[in-house]
């Protein structure tokens, strides 16, 4: 088989989270996320674990991170779908926010879902350099931060947000917002890693 072809090909699964307000999220994942995160499940599943974290972190197909506070979650569910050509992996509008211009489909670069409010906060054109978010899942497990501390991020105008972290119930950003090109590629060399170990 040509191997143009195969790098064409992508297999993913679609990741369900129903939270506890009836808002269900879908999420397109690869195999190899949907491995971590059922190692990251099973674990909990132990009486005896010892995580303090109160967030959960995953990357989808689309190369952006979601970090959502497992206090919000009805239910998870793995799905699996059929192998398709990269080109017919839809990105899965959760929150209504993307807009298509010219056959091209915008998204903006955070999303974020409060508690208690309908509309997301969204925030676009963000540059990786100067917009960097010093966060991730371990910032969650940090108590204090999450008890009273707040993201901040400059929105279009060019004004300063602080959003409170206690009510952030799911955050989706562009992976460079968060991981820059070369921790990404070092992450990714230690998951390839992992999975040739096991």
Known sequence: MDENFLEKIVYRHTFLIELMDGTQLGY??????????????????????????KYMQFFTIEDRVVIIKIKVIKRLVFCFDLPVNVSEVRYIDNFKVAKTFENKLFIPDIIIKLRSVSEPLCYSDLDPESDFLILDDCSFSNKPFRKTGFITINDEDGEQNYIPVVNVECLETKRELIYSDEEWESLKQSKDLDNHKN
């Open 28 to 53: 397109n994942i690869d195999p190899n996320e949907k491995e971590d995160l059922e190692r990251f499940l099973q674990y909990r599943v132990e009486e005896s674990h010892d995580s303090k974290s």
